[in-house]
């Protein structure tokens, strides 16, 4: 099985900051990956797939890069309703393994 | 309205079985993968099984193999999991997803989630 490997687990920023969250893979997934946010009580909410294709409707503040092995998320310009946690998934294979998740919180 | 509404989530015993359904509505169910995702109360994200479109496909996670089983009824847009020999470790809040395009590919639509809780 691929293990995805986020970091860090948990990051404090402010309104307005630039927050980078990285996803490694545990072998090469070409730009299989997808990152989510999920808030608390609520259902993951998918923000990029194919690594860097921005799903419709969201932010373009939000923006994913990489290939491989290793991948980013960037969200520049934090905005309060930011604060959640997101993970990436890998859909090259099965089964398709979450990373463990980053918490974003307000500083 | 496209969503995705689960239900059939309870508490139950160790050793029994549990079946999960999911009502899609609002776009072609058939066109696409499905998938179930649990999330144990204060962890991370699981992906436990999938199914093709035509439901001639099955994958499933490690943890589940041989004890859950995913199925489809495309003439009612219906999605299922079927639990058996359930253990503590499945308590969780498990999800319907729709895959963004084939089986293998990320969930681009999500369902509120159904609460396991899997006690004796």
């Known amino acids: 099985d691929i293990q995805m490997t986020q970091s860090p687990s948990s990051v404090s920023a402010s309104v307005g900051d630039r927050v980078t969250i990285s996803c490694r893979a545990s072998?090469?997934?070409?730009?299989?990956l997808a990152w989510y946010q999920q808030k608390p009580g609520k259902p993951p909410k998918l923000l990029i797939f194919a690594a860097s294709i921005l799903q419709s409707g969201v932010p373009s503040r939000f923006s994913g890069s990489g290939s491989g092995t290793d991948f980013t998320l960037t969200i520049s310009g934090l905005q309060p309703e930011d604060f959640a946690t997101y993970y990436c998934q890998q859909a090259n294979s099965f089964p398709h393994t979450f990373g463990q998740g980053t918490k974003l919180e307000i500083k | 309205q496209v969503q995705l509404v689960e239900s059939g989530g309870g508490v139950v015993q160790p050793g029994r079985s549990l079946r999960l359904s999911c009502a899609a509505s609002g776009f072609t169910f058939i066109s696409y993968g499905m998938h179930w995702v649990r999330q144990a109360p204060g962890k991370g994200l699981e992906w436990v099984a999938v199914i093709s479109y035509d439901g001639s496909d099955t994958y499933y996670g490690d943890s589940v193999k041989g004890r859950f089983s995913i199925s489809r009824d495309n003439s009612k847009s219906m999605l299922y999991l079927q639990m058996d020999s359930l253990i503590a470790e499945d308590t969780a809040v498990y999800y319907c997803a729709k895959g963004r395009t084939s089986t293998t590919s990320c969930s681009d639509l999500w369902g509120q989630g159904t609460l396991v809780t899997v006690s004796s």
């Open positions: 072998q090469g997934i070409s730009s299989w």
